[in-house]
């Protein structure tokens, strides 16, 4: 069994935890950052099925905050992103609705952001965090500065601080799991956050789609609520791969059901917009149980009161989009940085 020590142990790879990471690591401090996926960034995933990719989680993010913005146009000017449309059509028959809103989109897929960010950072994917201990001092009974966490292996991360930015009833049970004492308030607040499930499904064609444009179609209040066409995105340029979102409800009747048949049931949201010649060469789905937040804290991050630096972070963090993770999770690593720096005065050199 091994112990690796940081200054900040971020749990989750999302945008959230690796903008956090970045602004902890440029504030002098050390960070590891550890995620039970195998690859970074969340809900902002790409996949590769045949020759093509399909982003299946969040598809696309908007900036309302020049906070975010600063960082938008510095990815804008690398190549990272590019402008995807200003609005979607709702079908057919209805022309892209303009809200004046650029969508922005990763040039390789929503993946792109996340792994530019991961770059030059101590991350490591396929770690799944079980417990998380507040470390005994030499003092019986007293509690230390600092952190024991012990993924599934075995390993032990000590740390100063600690940044959680997996969904909220995940954070909890693993908070709960090491008898890490959260006070009554900290505790109400994160268990008042809720969230909305989502299957999605991805179709590689051959043949035709005729989906209006810009490639997409978005309808809230519909079974099939987001559709669109990667290779018209721009990140599958050698495939044509169809996304299918189901909305929640379609979403918890098929959340234990086999894949074949959740991929049976979002296919009917491609039939209005396939020839009858199309063949649908493969197909998989993914199920994403945390995708929607319902319920939001109303503050950018959650400060744990009473214990060694502790914060949460996420989308369900006032604004429930990317943008909103991203600015939750610099707000996370600034009030982080100010405790850890007024109680071990580390040199930002």
């Known amino acids: 069994m091994s112990t690796y020590e940081a200054d900040v142990l971020i749990v989750g790879a999302g945008i959230a935890g690796l903008m956090a990471a970045n602004a902890l690591v440029k504030d002098g401090l050390s960070v590891i950052v550890v995620d039970k996926g195998r690859g970074v960034g969340g809900r902002m995933a790409t996949r590769r099925i045949g020759t093509g990719r399909a982003d299946h989680g ?16 510095e990815w804008l000017e690398q190549g990272l992103i590019r402008q995807w449309s200003t609005g979607w059509s ?3 028959a209805f022309p892209p609705s303009q809200d004046g809103y650029p969508r922005y989109v990763g040039a390789n897929g929503m993946t ?12 490591r994917k396929g770690v799944k965090v079980v417990k998380v201990t507040p470390a005994l001092s030499e003092v019986e ?8 966490t012990t993924d599934d292996n075995g390993h032990q991360y000590q740390s100063k601080a600690l940044l959680m930015t997996a969904p909220a009833p995940q954070s909890l049970a693993i908070l709960k799991a090491g008898n890490v004492p959260l006070n009554t308030l900290d505790q109400i607040a994160l268990k008042h956050i809720a969230y909305d499930p989502c299957i999605a499904a991805m179709y590689w064609l051959e043949g035709s789609i005729n989906l209006p444009k810009p490639g997409a179609i978005q309808r809230p209040d519909q079974t099939f609520p987001w559709i669109a066409d990667n290779q018209r995105k721009g990140i599958s340029p050698e495939a044509v791969l ?10 918890w009747e098929l959340w234990d059901a086999d894949n074949f048949i959740k991929i049976a049931v979002l296919q009917a949201g491609l039939q209005p917009f396939i020839t009858p010649e199309t063949i649908i060469k493969e197909a998989q789905a993914h199920r994403w149980r945390y995708a929607i937040p319902t319920k939001l804290h109303p503050n950018r991050t959650l400060v744990a009161k009473g ?3 502790l914060a949460f972070a996420g989308d369900a963090f006032q604004e429930p989009r990317v943008e909103g993770a991203a600015l939750s999770g610099l707000a996370a690593a600034n009030a982080l940085s100010k405790q850890l720096h007024a109680t071990f005065h580390i040199d930002q050199s």
């Open 90 to 92: 709702r079908g057919s």
């Open 242 to 251: 169809i996304t299918v979102h189901a909305n929640p409800e379609i979403s």
């Open 112 to 123: 792109t952001v996340p792994k530019f960010l991961a770059e030059g950072l101590d991350v």
């Open 58 to 73: 969040a598809q696309f993010f908007t900036v309302r905050h020049d906070a975010f913005n600063q960082f938008v146009q």
């Open 307 to 309: 214990l060694p630096p």
């Open 141 to 148: 009974g007293a509690v230390s500065h600092h952190y024991l």
